[in-house]
């Protein structure tokens, strides 16, 4: 199993926001299940946040067309290891659009932060567990798509 995280800028309009993250992830489920990849999509202030796991190939193969699509910019991996186990087996892919918790924005920030920060420093399985756990935390409660 290989691991591939990045960060990019979300070039969608903002009246686009919901509608394209719809799109993009029922696109990416069908296509998902048959590259037999999983993975979570996060946007957050105008950036998106992903993590990819499958095979090296497929994993690859992938990152490069997100690199190619005019919907991100300036993209910047900073995860891409070998991993043991996926973290996300039974998600072929959701997005959470984290600005829609406006109230949380201080709280998302600093997990935020917090993960970006560990990335550097842990192995792809901790960075990905950590990344969930946090998706996990009660009073996120986000809306999930997909």
Sequence with gaps: MHLIGYMSESRIPEDKIDQTLETI???AQLRNITDGITGIL???QGHFIQLIEGYQTSVRDLT???ARDP???NMHVFLDQQVLNRTCPEWSMISINLDKKTSLDHVLLEHIGDI????MTVEANGFAHTLRDFL???ELS???FG
Excluded at 116 to 119: H, I, T
């Design 136 to 138: 996990a935390l009660p």
């Design 42 to 44: 996060l946007l957050q």
């Design 116 to 119: 970006q920060k560990r990335s």
């Design 71 to 73: 919907r991100h910019g």
């Design 25 to 27: 992830v029922s696109e």
């Design 142 to 144: 986000v809306e999930l």
């Design 64 to 66: 490069e067309r997100i």
